[in-house]
């Protein structure tokens, strides 16, 4: 079975400084991976997601990820972060079905 | 386009009484599935459906029931809620054509309260 492991349950970072959220999957082959964010009262939008290739995906919002599969990690990061980007952050796997598994999220709070 | 869109936004419901939450894609997906959230648990896939006619089970299906007659409608049903579905509910949908890549696109959810 699929799984994801995001450790930090909260990160608070200041406006202007750099960011990477982790995020650990278990599942036996090459995975699909995505990153959505979602919003306070809002849905989940997807902001990136690896299923080949280059293993280093870039995404909206100037996020981008790198997919290692020696570590079984797909962790987000932004050089820069801005005070709109305070949200949840979830990781999710798609193994050979249509079925997500996400994450529990990690909360980021920007402080200006 | 609509997108995935959910009615209603909110609802509170006693212990017992049963609703249907709804769910309508106007982007011709063939996949859409139901996922609840709640704090620390990320979002679990309670139902899908990867065509008209053709439902799933997910994670956590205990105490709903799903159909789909039509591709554009998947209705989520609550028989006799109770507390420990207070939730919020998201739908999603996303092509079946090109495989598991494929992005689910989220509605804006259902804020669901058991008392």
């Known amino acids: 079975a699929q799984s994801v492991t995001q450790p930090d349950i909260h990160i608070t970072v200041s406006e202007g400084a750099s960011l990477e959220l982790r995020c650990n999957y278990s599942y036996g082959a090459t995975p699909y991976l995505f990153w959505y964010v979602q919003s306070p009262g809002q849905g989940l939008q997807l902001l990136l997601k690896y299923f080949s290739g280059d293993t280093l995906v870039q995404g909206i919002k100037g996020f981008e990820a790198e997919f290692k599969r020696s570590q079984s990690s797909f962790n987000l990061r932004k050089p820069s972060v801005h005070w709109s980007d305070a949200a949840e952050y979830f990781c999710?796997?798609?193994?050979?079905?249509?079925?997500?598994?996400f994450g529990t999220g990690t909360q980021l709070k920007v402080e200006l | 386009n609509a997108g995935v869109t959910q009615t209603p936004k909110f609802q509170v419901l006693k212990t017992g009484q049963s609703m249907t939450l709804q769910c309508a894609q106007d982007?011709?997906?063939?996949?859409m599935s139901w996922y609840r959230q709640d704090p620390g648990m990320g979002l679990r896939l309670i139902h899908y459906s990867v065509g008209a006619g053709i439902t799933d089970q997910g994670e956590v299906p205990n105490g709903y029931n799903v159909s789909r007659s039509t591709t554009e409608d998947f209705p989520l049903r609550l028989l006799s809620a109770a507390p420990s579905q207070t939730s919020v509910y998201f739908c999603?949908?996303?092509?079946?054509?090109?495989?598991?890549?494929?992005?689910?696109?989220f509605g804006p959810g259902t804020r669901l309260t058991v008392l």
């Open positions: 999603a949908s996303s092509y079946k054509r090109g495989g598991p890549g494929n992005e689910q696109f």
């Open positions: 982007m011709n997906h063939e996949y």
């Open positions: 999710a796997v798609k193994g050979g079905g249509n079925k997500l598994t």
